[in-house]
């Protein structure tokens, strides 16, 4: 199974910009890039995915590295509602996704 | 957008009964679901997939005898815990994947089940 690496966690004040990053060196060919969101107590929420384009939607963009080795989310303006446990997942169609540890960001009001 | 039911949304049973959690796909067909538990502080654990009208494919290490998966419509797939005990207690979710050409890669989850076993 392909493996992700986020950090354990990161903070954000309130109305900034947030980063998140992940590392995904072993990813093949064929395996998009999915972001998943997690508040305490619930099933997650799709962010965003992408296959080697960068993608933007309501919630939030997706910059792909050239090489796809890493890939970086970005939430253009955080909100206290953004709190939430980011993972980043790799799967290919019709594949399973294995959930790595994920970062918990906190923003700050 | 795609939505996806649990039921319920929590549960207390006693050791050694049975339990059953429901996962419906309420605004799209679904020919395969996925189950995932989550202990506290923990990250997804893959349980199993669920295939419509096939027998479910489980993870290394999930036994099958103790987790009943039936997926009889599209859009319906059923967990049973069976012979619960309190090492099971969890939080469990279920997510479906849009057969679409354009959300083919996208699962949608439920809210969870939290199952206490006393």
Redesign the interface.
């Known amino acids: 199974d392909a493996k992700t690496t986020q950090p354990n966690s990161m903070e954000s004040n309130e109305e900034e910009p947030v980063h998140l990053p992940c590392n995904h060196s072993t990813i093949s060919g064929t395996d998009y890039i999915h972001w998943y969101r997690q508040l305490p107590s619930q099933g997650p929420e799709y962010v965003i995915h992408g296959l080697t384009s960068n993608v933007n939607n309501r919630m939030a963009s997706l910059a792909i590295a050239e090489d796809r080795k890493s890939s970086t989310l970005i939430l253009h303006r955080a909100t206290l509602r953004d709190a939430a446990v980011y993972y980043c997942i790799l799967g290919g169609t019709g594949n399973q996704f294995y959930f790595g540890t994920g970062t918990s960001l906190t923003v700050i009001p | 957008g795609a939505v996806?039911s649990?039921h319920p949304s929590w549960v207390i049973c006693k050791s050694g009964t049975s339990v059953k959690i429901e996962c419906r796909s309420l605004d799209f067909q679904a020919t395969?679901m996925?189950w995932?538990r989550q202990f506290p502080k923990q990250?997804?654990?893959?349980m199993a997939?669920s295939n419509e009208g096939s027998k479910a494919t489980y993870e290394q290490g999930v036994e099958k005898d103790k987790f009943l998966i039936n997926h009889a419509s599209l859009t319906l797939s059923t967990l049973t815990v069976t012979s619960a005990h309190p090492e099971d207690s969890s939080?469990y979710?279920c997510?479906a994947?849009n057969e679409r050409k354009w959300a083919?890669?996208?699962?949608?989850?439920?809210?969870?089940t939290?199952l206490s076993v006393l």
């Open positions: 996806v649990q395969t996925f995932y990250s997804l654990m893959l997939t939080f979710i997510s994947r083919k890669n996208i699962q949608y989850f439920g809210a969870g939290r």
